[in-house]
């Protein structure tokens, strides 16, 4: 048995043991790469997350929200720094998985782009984005690459906060005037499928699905995330009063699980090939951030190596 052959042997009986794979662990180059992508694609996702919802600060109803919005959107940027950190562990720069992102190379989550039309969309988007990214990141803090699971834990905790916000928006929506439930079960209704496309596409089109699951970088299938995701969102909509728009939900006694519609997977794709409804204006919005923010980052980097030099010279 060659070396190699012996490496990949070791490797996955520690992952079938249930131990953590650290930086310097040996592991298959494919490993490495796949978290490398998926991290990298969950840090950005965190970031161009801001943009729709940064968009309605100024916006909010009262001072209330408008602080809560504002804390909600910070967190997210720390989510993004917890998770490029995570990445870098794996013998790659921030530097290149921003011109990834930039360039058109990395993808983020196909969610963040469609638009946010009215204040509803606030709460919409913390009931069902944050809620079925909780669904996923769950089981991330699970999943068999230590940096990335201990960056989860935080992240879970955060993002539950963020969806009980979405929910009370909605549930104070759902309680006003006929204008104000309208608006909310509007932008439930423009929400709900591109909600269930965030966990992936159908599990017989995702051929690195079963690879993922060997190696416990996904502990559950996508197909089987996004029937649990249903399976919750029913009956807290039954409680909001608000309809999800699809007449094919129902409640299946033999499989014991809600049945729901058969999502436009070419809407799906579509929007991961670049052709949704903010795409281009999402990618802009991070390039021209990059761009205008060039002096800050030399500067910071200048004071940092002064900074340095005038240690050196109290030492001497």
């Not at 790659?92 to 009215?118: C, V, W």
């Not at 992240?155 to 929910?167: L, V, Y």
């Not at 502990?219 to 029913?234: G, M, P, S, Y």
Request: proline share 4%; aromatic share 10%.
């Amino acid at each position: 048995m060659n070396e190699l052959n012996l490496n990949e042997q070791n490797f996955q009986a520690n992952i079938d043991a249930g131990k953590r794979i650290e930086p310097r662990d040996w592991m298959p180059e494919k490993y490495r790469k796949t978290h490398i992508r998926q991290i990298s694609q969950h840090a950005h996702s965190e970031i161009v997350g801001m943009l729709p919802e940064g968009n309605w600060i100024t916006r909010a109803p009262s001072l209330k929200r408008k602080c809560t919005l504002l804390a909600k959107v910070q967190d997210e940027a720390g989510h993004g720094l917890y998770l490029y950190s995570a990445a870098e562990t794996l013998g790659i720069s921030r530097d290149e998985m921003f011109e990834q992102l930039h360039t058109g190379k990395a993808k983020y989550s196909s969610i963040f782009n469609y638009p946010t039309l009215s204040w509803a969309d606030m709460g919409t988007i913390g009931w069902l984005v944050d809620g079925a990214a909780i669904i996923n990141q769950v089981m991330l803090t699970r999943t068999s690459f230590g940096p990335y699971a201990r960056a989860m834990v935080r992240i879970c905790k955060e993002e539950s906060f963020h969806q009980r916000q979405g929910f009370e928006i909605l549930m104070n929506l759902m309680r006003g005037t006929d204008i104000q439930k309208e608006m909310a079960q509007e932008s439930v209704n423009r929400f709900w499928w591109p909600s269930l496309m965030m966990f992936g596409p159908a599990d017989k089109d995702s051929p690195n699905t079963e690879q993922s699951v060997k190696w416990k970088i996904k502990l559950k299938t996508n197909d089987e995330l996004r029937q649990r995701f249903v399976d919750i969102i029913v009956p807290q909509a039954e409680f909001l009063g608000i309809t999800l728009p699809d007449p094919e939900i129902k409640w299946n006694e033999e499989r014991g699980h809600y049945d729901f519609g058969e999502i436009d997977w070419e809407e799906f794709w579509n929007v991961v090939k670049g052709n949704g409804p903010c795409n281009k204006e999402r990618v802009k919005a991070r390039v021209d951030a990059w761009e205008e923010g060039a002096w800050f980052r030399d500067a910071a980097l200048a004071y940092s190596e002064k900074q340095k030099g005038t240690k050196r010279e109290e030492r001497a």
